[in-house]
């Protein structure tokens, strides 16, 4: 027995995942919003890495430039095998999938270009005094090319511009019109302007994720309720085809769980942990300059 209805329509929601699907809807209308005629041509967006992070700015981006965007969707079982058969060498998982997504889009109908940026930073930013990409993340636009050629693929229509987000503007412009302008036929104007808009909604996509993960975090504590806060890579917290469904074992531990990614600035100033649901100890440690939480949350990291 399933232990479901018979009778039962919907389909169930636990309350556990709430910032988890909050988050992930958030991210997906973040950069809505420009209106693209449906027989526009459509980018490409392969659904891993930084995907996960930066698709309100790219989607917005390709709107105001009057291209449709297409994700590759969630890492399914086909792409769990194609990304290792593609890989040319043994990169982390994460990558290996990414290269799975770009061939996906590589192969599908309607898709005029696949675009793979390699990203070089992020924003500067007051938590760090380096921003820099880890190297495979910058290197998947080069592997992909790389190993769409190798498996005989067509890699003409791959998009690679080199974005480094420390950058002066105009150099960033100059960077994205080198590899942009030609192909989509627009200027740089068009694509300052559509950098613009892209950086317009990343920022209010990412200030709405603080806000209402603060909320959440808010309403526990009033409860005195625990949580478990995920630490990780969006790329992993949020691809139930990376985890394996690893972030809804919360529901197991009957506590919710709030990605990191939705709290990050509210718990600023404390790596925090005390003791797994299963029992098991890990390091309680915070900043020295700052108060020991009052709360519990318990991380899990993935
Ligand atoms: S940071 Fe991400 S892409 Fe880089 S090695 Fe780790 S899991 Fe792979």
Not at 143 to 155: E, V
Not at 174 to 189: F, I, N, Y
Not at 279 to 287: F, L, N
């Amino acid at each position: 027995m399933c232990g479901r209805d018979p009778g039962e329509q919907k389909v169930r929601k636990s309350p556990y995942d709430r910032a988890l699907r909050l988050r992930q809807r958030l991210w997906r209308e973040g950069g809505a919003g420009v209106k693209v005629p449906d027989n526009a041509p459509v980018i490409g967006l392969p659904q891993a890495l930084l995907t996960y992070t930066y698709y309100p700015l790219w989607q917005r981006f390709f709107n105001t430039l009057g291209f449709r965007v297409q994700l590759s969707g969630q890492t399914t079982d086909e792409i769990r095998e194609l990304g290792p058969r593609m890989a040319g060498a043994d990169f982390c998982f994460p990558a290996k999938l990414a290269l799975g997504h770009v061939a996906k889009l590589a192969v599908t109908d309607g898709v005029d270009f696949v675009f793979v940026p390699h990203l070089k930073n992020t924003q500067a930013n007051e938590e760090t005094t380096g921003t820099a990409v880890c190297p495979y993340v910058q290197g998947t636009a080069a592997c992909s090319r790389t190993a769409l050629a190798m498996n005989h693929m067509d890699a003409s229509r791959l998009l690679s511009p080199l974005v480094d987000m420390r950058m002066r503007e105009r150099d960033i412009i100059k960077t994205l019109s080198d590899e942009l302008a030609r192909p989509l036929g627009c200027s740089p104007r068009d694509l300052r302007r559509a950098w613009r808009a892209g950086l317009q909604a990343q920022t209010a996509f990412e200030d709405r994720c603080q806000e209402e993960g603060a909320k959440i975090l808010a309403e526990a504590t009033a409860k005195n309720e625990k949580m478990i806060l995920l630490v990780g890579r969006p790329y992993n917290n949020y691809d139930g085809g990376a985890n394996l469904g690893l972030p809804r074992r919360s529901r197991t531990w009957a506590a919710p769980s709030c990605p990191w990614t939705l709290s990050s600035r509210t718990c600023r100033g404390w790596a925090c942990a005390t003791a797994t649901p299963s029992g098991a100890t890990v390091r309680r440690s915070w900043p020295c300059w700052s108060r020991p939480p009052t709360r519990n949350y318990w991380t899990s990291s993935i």
